[in-house]
């Protein structure tokens, strides 16, 4: 049974850091691109940052580049959402994905096959 379990979210003031996880079990976990997408109250889901599986290239959304660094570790089937100087609104559920999509569709929600239940993330101004 494959499946991803998201945790690390909490309340943080603005200014501060959270490190998100996302454990997975029941796939080859080298082989998936992972990808976090996030969640806002009344919004669509929208994508974040992405890693391939080898873990030598990333993508993020501009609204978060030199904030957020998304790794993995790969003998450990996990892979990390940092998350600094963090505003208001980065407010919401944050979820975790695996996508054996190529490098150009990672920042396509559809291209992901495998989502864990997310994690709330709540940062207070």
């Known amino acids: 049974q494959v499946q991803l379990a998201e945790s690390g979210g909490g309340l943080v003031q603005a200014g501060g850091s959270l490190r998100l996880s996302c454990a997975a079990s029941?796939?080859?976990?080298?082989?998936?691109?992972m990808g976090w997408f996030r969640q806002a109250p009344g919004k669509e889901r929208e994508f974040v940052a992405a890693?391939?599986?080898?873990?030598?290239?990333?993508y993020y959304v501009d609204s978060v580049k030199g904030r957020f660094t998304i790794s993995r570790d790969n003998a450990k089937n996990t892979v990390y959402l940092q998350m600094n100087s963090l505003k208001p609104e980065d407010t919401a559920v944050y979820y975790c994905?695996?996508?054996?999509?190529?490098?150009?569709?990672?920042?396509?929600?559809?291209?992901?096959?495998?989502w864990g239940q997310g994690t709330q993330v709540t940062v207070s101004s």
């Open positions: 029941g796939l080859t976990f080298s082989r998936y691109a």
């Open positions: 890693i391939i599986g080898s873990g030598t290239n990333t």
């Open positions: 994905a695996a996508s054996l999509a190529g490098a150009y569709d990672l920042g396509t929600r559809s291209k992901y096959a495998v």
